[in-house]
Nanobody, 114 residues
Framework: QVQLVESGGGLVQPGGSLRLSCVAS????????MGWYRQAPGKQRELVGS???????VYGDSVKGRFTVSRDVVKNTMFLQMNDLKPEDTDVYYC????????WGEGTQVTVSS
């Protein structure tokens, strides 16, 4: 059982930057991988960036080169650095952890608008 809490969302102008954080608590030793996903109304959740079991990072095509996933193992925190934000990036961003069942955070809203 893992609990995930995202933070850092908000309103930002096009071309701006934002950093999201996801803090994991509970049975962290049960986690095999973690990643960031996003979802807009009427759409399925899509991959933003995710660690693989081998420790590599896979990014979605729409954010590749602009977003960076990182982590602080000591603090059990995963980050999403978002640069050159576009209006199309407006979405609810979710943290995901693959444990025995799979766990999602509540999500944090990111709005890109001038």
């Amino acid at each position: 059982q893992v609990q995930l809490v995202e933070s850092g969302g908000g309103l930002v102008q096009p071309g701006g930057s934002l950093r999201l954080s996801c803090v994991a608590s509970g049975s962290m030793f049960s986690i095999s991988r973690m990643g960031w996903y996003r979802q807009a109304p009427g759409k399925q959740r899509e991959l933003v960036g995710s660690f693989t079991r081998a420790g590599r990072i896979v990014y979605g095509d729409s954010v590749k080169g602009r977003f960076t996933v990182s982590r602080d193992v000591v603090k059990n925190t995963m980050f999403l650095q978002m640069n050159d934000l576009k209006p199309e990036d407006t979405d609810v961003y979710y943290c995901y952890a693959m444990d025995q069942t799979g766990s999602w955070g509540e999500g944090t809203q990111v709005t890109v608008s001038s």
